[in-house]
């Protein structure tokens, strides 16, 4: 894997949103530090799992690589050129190979446009083929995605939540990117739903070597899918490493406390084995801890931690982690077969 | 066993979703045809719809029958002035005459002609620049933002009655001056509507999305936000229609509008409040056209806000 040439290059990316906005706000300006000094590499054809609470910037990360804003610091680099550079033409040529699958399939799909005329959107827009070509793409992604190619003209309310994710999708896979952004895509849909559309995505991934930034807050749905983890906290990368050694070794104490409250369907073992619970709320982004910023919550801090910001350093190869004392957490082989 | 999971790798097996959840079968319908399908089953609404149609059925054909059956709804001759001054309601006069003998029921038909045209056509010179201004405004925000809504402010700051009047004493007293001034005071209110439509609507993943294909602003402008932004501005018209009758009404009344002989519902409860007392019909009459008019276009406006909405789907 290293060999390769990345498809995704992002470097100490950083976003900033300001926190008020008024008269003065340029004196007193306040920011929530979104995302914070994060770096990460995408290979083609591969799937990063990208985890983290709520509000600790995974989506943002997603909505930064893809220039649906733009970043405060860093750079983000797909196929060798930086995105925050391109010009209008250049970014629509990148966005032809880089494309994003959304969280709420309700808000993500035009209610007044029909399935055929939504998924032959990007196809219009970069003048892809006919007319007829186009809905000939239109009814083999429909039918490719699971859905009946017939109801290429209805609307998007006659259809359930499952349904209207595998039409965000089979738009994601119109113009065959190189790289798509999973935001959360099953988070918003029934659990028996989620294996089905996570099943879909590793086809279509095996199908077309597409690769995939899947961003989730749920350990073991990123885990299915992933090649490689990585675990942001409070805007900042924590750990990355390929899943296998993630699940197992987890370095970072964050990553240890995310792993063991994965509920495991035996109450035995659900019973006996060791919980990390962290104590109180994730601080506030507005006014981030000094040093390590998990060192609030973190069941093995000691003075240095609230001092100095840990280096993200390469603990095993392919495997970094940003903690002074990271060291693999010794969870009960019992609860984890791999 | 798998680690911790709630996901069967053999999920496939389970594809039973996709088209278990089939929608009730029958025609692909738009939202517009639905909202279509709503709309009539709200009785009201079809009450206003009949009303609007039939007033301008008869506004719109009355050159071709109503001077040969009432007579002209603008000459007075001294003739019938004489003989037919201030008669009540009659089956010859329907609505009675007035002071000059003219027939009250065509003057009403002739006055609605100009009521549904100030309706139209004011709302149609608001509507064109509310639009503009509220989308420049909400798509563009920042300064345009800032300076177009504190405008808008100013307009609705201002005694409304008393700006009309000064504009058509500026632009020169004409009835197509009343159409313009009317049209042109009834901007801020729908620029306010249409900005904040906007403004939801932006903020929906589908906007994103397109952003993400690489879309341009045209189209994202065309295709996905004014599609789904137009519904609240489709009512307000609709609502807004009325109001601009009353204006006209109003502006007439107090002399500034249509002027006479021509008919105008405004100029006819002017003059008949000098008979209030003895031949209350002259005021009634148009009183009531206005009213049933202006209620119609308010019921049909609510009527349209509830079928528009996308939330009462299987009402």
């Not at chain 1, 055929?116 to 970069?126: F, K, L, R, Y």
């Not at chain 1, 190619?149 to 609307?155: G, K, L, T, V, W």
């Not at chain 1, 990390?276 to 240095?304: E, M, N, V, Y």
């Not at chain 2, 509507?127 to 177009?148: C, E, P």
Request: charged content about 20%; proline content about 6%; hydrophobic content about 45%.
């Amino acid at each position: 894997m290293a060999e390769k040439t990345p498809l995704l290059k992002v470097e100490h990316l950083s976003k900033d949103f300001p926190a008020e906005s008024g008269v003065f706000a340029k004196r007193f300006a306040r920011k929530v530090s979104a995302v914070n000094d994060v770096s990460f590499e995408i290979y083609p054809g591969e799937t990063l799992g990208l985890v983290g609470e709520s509000g600790c910037g995974k989506s943002t990360t997603g909505r930064t690589i893809m220039r649906l804003t733009n970043p405060t610091a860093g750079k983000v680099y797909f196929e060798g050129k930086d995105v925050a550079a391109m010009n209008k033409r250049e970014l629509k040529e990148m966005r032809r190979n880089m494309q994003f699958i959304f969280q709420d399939p309700y808000a993500s799909l035009n209610p007044r446009m029909t399935i055929g005329e939504i998924v032959s959107e990007p196809m219009t827009i970069h003048n892809v083929g006919t007319k007829e070509e186009r809905m000939r793409t239109v009814r083999e992604l429909l039918d490719v995605v699971g859905l009946n190619p017939e109801h290429i003209n209805r609307y998007p309310h006659e259809f359930s939540g499952g349904q209207r994710q595998r039409i965000g999708i089979a738009r994601a896979f119109a113009l065959r990117p190189k790289l798509i952004i999973c935001d959360e895509p099953v988070s918003a849909l029934d659990v028996s739903i989620q294996a089905q559309v996570l099943n879909l995505l590793k086809d279509l991934q095996n199908r077309y070597g597409t690769a995939y930034l899947f961003i989730a807050h749920d350990l073991s749905v990123v885990q299915h899918i992933s090649d490689r983890v990585a675990v942001m906290y409070l805007g900042k990368m924590v750990e990355i490493s390929d899943w296998k050694t993630l699940y197992a070794e987890p370095h970072h104490p964050y990553t240890q406390s995310l792993l063991s409250a994965v509920p495991v369907p035996d109450p035995d073992i659900q019973k006996s084995r060791e919980r990390i619970i962290l104590a109180g709320d994730p601080p506030s982004p507005l006014d981030p801890p000094s040093g390590c910023r998990f060192h609030t919550r973190c069941p093995i801090a000691q003075g240095k931690c609230s001092q100095e910001a840990p280096e993200f350093r390469e603990v095993k190869p392919g495997h970094f982690c940003a903690c002074h004392f990271a060291e693999p957490f010794p969870i009960k082989q019992s609860s984890i077969e791999l | 066993m798998q680690y911790p999971d709630l996901i069967q790798p053999d999920g496939e097996a389970a594809a039973v979703e996709a088209h278990a959840v089939e929608v009730s079968e029958g025609a692909s319908r738009t939202l517009w045809g639905d909202a279509f399908k709503r709309l009539r089953k709200n009785k009201l609404a079809i009450i206003a719809v009949v009303w609007i149609v039939f007033v301008a059925l008869v506004a719109i054909t009355a050159d071709l029958w109503a001077p040969q059956l009432l007579g002209s709804p603008t000459a007075a001759d001294t003739t019938a002035m004489a003989t037919s001054s201030l008669l009540p309601p009659s089956l010859e006069h329907p609505f009675g005459t007035d002071v000059t003998g003219r027939d009250i029921l065509v003057r009403v038909i002739y006055g609605a002609r100009i009521s549904l045209t100030v309706g139209l056509v004011a709302t149609a010179i608001s509507t064109v620049i509310g639009l503009v201004m509220g989308a420049i405004a909400a798509y563009y925000g920042g300064i345009f933002d800032t300076i177009i809504m504190r405008l808008a402010d100013i307009f609705l700051a201002f005694p409304y009655v008393l700006f009309v009047l000064c504009l058509i004493a500026a632009l020169g007293q004409s009835i197509t001056n009343v159409f313009i001034a009317i049209g042109i005071l009834g901007w801020p209110s729908i620029a306010r509507v249409f900005r904040s439509a906007i403004l939801s609507v932006k903020e929906n993943d589908y906007v994103d999305a397109a952003r993400a294909m690489g879309a341009s602003d045209v189209r994202i402008i065309v295709r996905h936000i004014f599609p789904n932004s137009v519904a609240s501005i489709v009512v307000y018209a609709t609502m807004n229609i009325g109001s601009a009758i009353l204006s006209e009404a109003a502006i007439s009344f107090l002399g500034m509008g249509v002027q006479p002989p021509n008919p105008s519902w405004g100029i006819m409860i002017q003059d008949g409040q000098a008979y209030l007392m003895n031949a209350p019909w002259l005021m009634i009459m148009p009183g009531l056209a206005i009213l049933s008019t202006v209620l119609a276009f308010t019921l049909l406006g609510d009527g349209l806000r509830d079928a528009l909405d996308v939330k009462m789907k299987d009402a």
